[in-house]
């Protein structure tokens, strides 16, 4: 009685491992035959299954007339999946191997905006932000008259506009450390690399701040050149955005400057003044 049922049970258990490995099973006769249920596949939205089939036309060799547009399907499968590092790896793989193809500068775009999917918060490491820059100013470079160049030069700006962010909160972080060397060269250098972001006229302001601190805490003998460059700097945010909303509280900080760097002129006058005195007598 216990061999029987064991022997039932075991029956039963390898039907359903058949059961669910041939439900899972692709079939196909030929490289079209797979291609095409690959696209019907894609088109239903199963996107694993599509996977499956596009890989298997491959089969046939790299070489079959429908292999590069499986590969170009295959990281587009990958992509609605959302698994946008492997989808950028099949796209790199298409550029390699069908380089000809009619379809390289959609694809060539389709590996950068991979990467500007990947592209995470700008507190994170943004190695997957540089890569997308990268990947869309060379698409730029290739195709400057393709239709999609308006769009790349869109996702720059947004990840130029994400850099400019995770330097900027840097600079905040020296300031608030009171870092004030490290803050107005980092409030400095993101107006210098990112002036086309929506952080330029605040890294301007923050620069005129940091100055005017980092003089009050200098030697005197240093104190005049940081009043200046705070100076310079509201004369450079003035003349760039004309228009900034931060202009009203740049120019108090300016006004703070210049009466400062005028009292201690005065200061220095009267010193040398009262030393040509002190020396004619």
């Not at 696209?39 to 089969?59: G, L, M, P």
């Not at 330029?200 to 240093?222: F, N």
């Not at 400057?257 to 005195?277: F, I, N, V």
């Amino acid at each position: 009685m216990r061999i029987r049922t064991f022997s039932s049970a075991l029956v039963l258990m390898l039907a359903v491992l058949v059961g669910c490995s041939g439900g899972g099973r692709i079939t196909h006769q030929s490289a079209e035959q797979a291609f095409q249920k690959g696209k019907t596949a894609f088109q239903n939205e199963d996107y694993s299954d599509a996977i499956d089939y596009f890989r298997a036309v491959f089969q046939y060799g790299r070489g079959n007339q429908y292999a590069a547009d499986a590969q170009y399907f295959l990281g587009a499968s990958y992509r609605e999946q959302e698994r946008y590092l492997l989808a950028a790896n099949e796209f790199k793989r298409f550029l390699q191997l069908y380089r000809n193809n009619e379809r390289a500068p959609q694809v060539e775009f389709e590996r950068a905006l991979m990467y500007y999917r990947l592209s995470p918060h700008y507190k994170l490491d943004q190695s997957d932000t540089q890569s997308a820059i990268s990947y869309f100013q060379l698409f730029i470079e290739r195709h400057p008259g393709h239709e999609l160049v308006p769009k790349a030069r869109e996702h720059i700006q947004t990840l130029r506009s994400k850099l400019a962010h995770k330097k900027y909160a840097a600079a905040e972080l020296y300031e608030t450390r009171e870092m004030w060397r490290a803050a107005t060269e980092t409030y400095k250098g993101i107006f210098d690399q990112y002036p086309d972001t929506p952080w330029a006229d605040d890294a301007l302001l923050g620069t005129i701040r940091s100055y005017i601190e980092y003089a009050d805490r200098s030697v005197q003998s240093k104190q005049d050149d940081r009043l200046q460059k705070a100076i310079d700097t509201y004369n450079r945010l003035a003349q760039v955005f004309p228009e900034s909303p931060l202009l009203n509280e740049a120019e108090a900080l300016y006004s703070e400057a210049r009466s400062k760097l005028a009292d201690m002129q005065q200061g220095e006058s009267l010193a040398t003044e009262e030393a040509s005195g002190g020396s004619g007598n």
